[in-house]
């Protein structure tokens, strides 16, 4: 038993790792996409518009002003300095499912296809807000790793000393009864109706990354009743 803790320790251990070497790279692709948007808006911006994909001409620098002042940009580049700060904790509590749906979905709104270079700044920011929301999914299961990990070491010692195993061998046959009490509980799964229309639509995705775009267009369906 012993053994068999020890090993399932060490493949926790090692997927510890393998989130610390995604934590750099995500942290790393962050950082070269929010230089990329500062880069992107000063140039349009200071040369006055961008040009348009097929024919779509130039463009005027207020829609540039128009998305880097908007709530969404100004969010997601507000959770990405955090998440590039390390502060993990701190993003996973305040980037929930819902305030994800509302970005999603405000992002949407701010979409112009015909403008490239406009285009381009508008798509980093939906990748990034992905990126964003698997940093999270990587740390919760970051925090399942060291929960294993605690309860692995944990049976290790009892295993490893006699007094302590002996203990809690006596403390099992305290709780046993010959008819034990059963209580049953049957947990209700339930699946908000835009993720529920995006797995309709586009299946449930791959490491549950949302794509913006597509989670927008369910918002939107939910919302019209279709």
């Known amino acids: 038993m012993a053994v068999i803790s020890n090993t399932n320790?060490?493949?926790?251990?090692?997927?510890?790792?393998?989130?610390?070497?995604?934590?750099?790279?995500?942290?790393?692709?962050?950082?070269?996409?929010?230089?990329?948007?500062?880069?992107?808006?000063?140039?349009?911006?200071?040369?006055?518009?961008?040009?348009?994909?097929?024919?779509?001409?130039?463009?005027?620098?207020?829609?540039?002003?128009?998305?880097?002042?908007?709530?969404?940009?100004?969010?997601?580049?507000?959770?990405?300095?955090?998440?590039?700060n390390g502060s993990l904790p701190t993003l996973k509590n305040q980037l929930t499912p819902e305030l994800y749906t509302t970005l999603s979905t405000t992002l949407a709104t701010l979409a112009l296809p015909n403008y490239?270079?406009?285009?381009?700044?508008?798509?980093?920011?939906?990748?990034?807000?992905?990126?964003?929301?698997q940093a999270v999914a990587q740390y919760n299961a970051l925090l399942d790793a060291q929960a294993t990990i605690q309860?692995?070491?944990?049976?290790?010692?009892?295993?490893?000393?006699?007094?302590?195993?002996?203990?809690?061998?006596?403390?099992?046959?305290?709780?046993?009864?010959?008819?034990?009490?059963?209580?049953?509980q049957v947990i209700k799964a339930e699946i908000k109706p835009e993720y529920l229309r995006y797995i309709q639509l586009y299946g449930v995705p791959e490491n549950l990354a949302w794509d913006?775009?597509?989670l927008a267009y369910a918002v939107s369906l939910v919302e019209s009743g279709q």
């Not at 490239?116 to 929301?133: D, H």
Request: glycine share 10%; net charge neutral.
């Open 9 to 84: 320790t060490t493949i926790t251990k090692t997927k510890m790792s393998m989130f610390r070497k995604n934590t750099i790279t995500n942290t790393m692709f962050v950082r070269n996409v929010t230089q990329f948007v500062a880069t992107s808006y000063t140039a349009t911006a200071t040369s006055g518009g961008g040009g348009g994909g097929g024919g779509g001409g130039g463009a005027d620098s207020s829609i540039y002003d128009t998305l880097a002042n908007s709530a969404p940009f100004k969010e997601i580049q507000r959770l990405s300095t955090q998440f590039a």
């Open 116 to 133: 490239a270079t406009y285009t381009k700044i508008y798509t980093q920011e939906q990748t990034t807000l992905m990126m964003l929301s």
């Open 212 to 214: 913006p775009e597509k």
């Open 151 to 184: 309860t692995n070491e944990e049976c290790c010692a009892i295993l490893n000393d006699m007094d302590r195993l002996m203990a809690y061998i006596s403390g099992l046959r305290r709780q046993m009864s010959i008819f034990p009490d059963q209580e049953i």
